[in-house]
């Protein structure tokens, strides 16, 4: 327990961060996941809810959630909404919901409302169901201090690519719409 101002009762630090984590991930769209033996972390968007995040993912047209399974741990790090900078990193315990069951059906009713982009709209609880994993990653121990240093990775290897140059001859054909 920590000292507050006197007069005051102590506060615990338990309960000090899992307000950070709660309001740090409820206000972030997007979190760093590493699974017990991956390489890196991962970029993935999620819902805060219940006292833990949810992931959907590993299936056609969803992300990768790679090294995380059921009964694993996973190390979360929240970044901040309005410079992306790190605010705070924990420890999870993993755990895949069955489909239907429901803690998935909530889960899902939540995740659906966050999905950007869907290519199959109402038809998405359905699609995951089938195809992909559910996931809830509980905190599970203290906030992790933070670093002293970078801790700057290479990006993970991707078929994604950048738009080419523009071709050579587009500025002159550009420049003479102008001049008319």
Same mark, same amino acid.
Request: proline content about 8%.
């Given at each position: ?10 506060? /615990? ?10 309001? +740090? ?14 390489? @890196?972390? !991962? ?8 006292? @833990? ?13 790679p &090294? ?9 790090? %929240? !970044?901040?909404? /309005?410079?992306?900078? !790190?605010l705070?990193?924990?420890? &999870? @315990? %993993? ?10 059906? &909530?889960? %899902? &009713? ?7 982009? +869907?290519? /199959? ?5 359905? !699609? ?14 203290? %906030?992790?201090?933070?670093p ?10 991707? +078929? +994604? ?20």
């Open positions: 327990m920590t000292s507050d101002l006197p007069g005051r009762a102590p506060l /615990d630090q338990a309960l000090l961060d899992q307000a950070l984590i709660e309001e +740090a991930a409820k206000k972030s769209g997007l979190i760093w996941v590493r699974g017990t033996g991956a390489p @890196a972390a !991962r970029a993935l968007w999620h819902v805060w809810h219940q006292g @833990a995040v949810y992931l959907v993912g590993d299936g056609p047209g969803e992300q990768p959630l &090294a995380l399974v059921d009964g694993g741990f996973a190390e979360v790090t %929240v !970044r901040g909404k /309005d410079k992306g900078g !790190r705070v990193t924990f420890p &999870a @315990a %993993v755990t895949e919901l069955a489909a239907g069951s429901e803690e998935w059906e &909530a889960a %899902v &009713a939540e995740l659906k409302g966050k999905r950007l982009n +869907a290519p /199959d709209g109402e038809g998405m609880p359905g !699609r995951w169901a089938r195809e992909c994993r559910v996931l809830r990653l509980a905190p599970a121990g203290s %906030v992790v201090p933070l002293d240093g970078s801790l700057a990775e290479r990006p993970v290897p991707t +078929a +994604a690519t950048t738009r080419e140059p523009i071709p050579a001859g587009l500025p002159k054909l550009l420049g003479k719409r102008r001049k008319t």
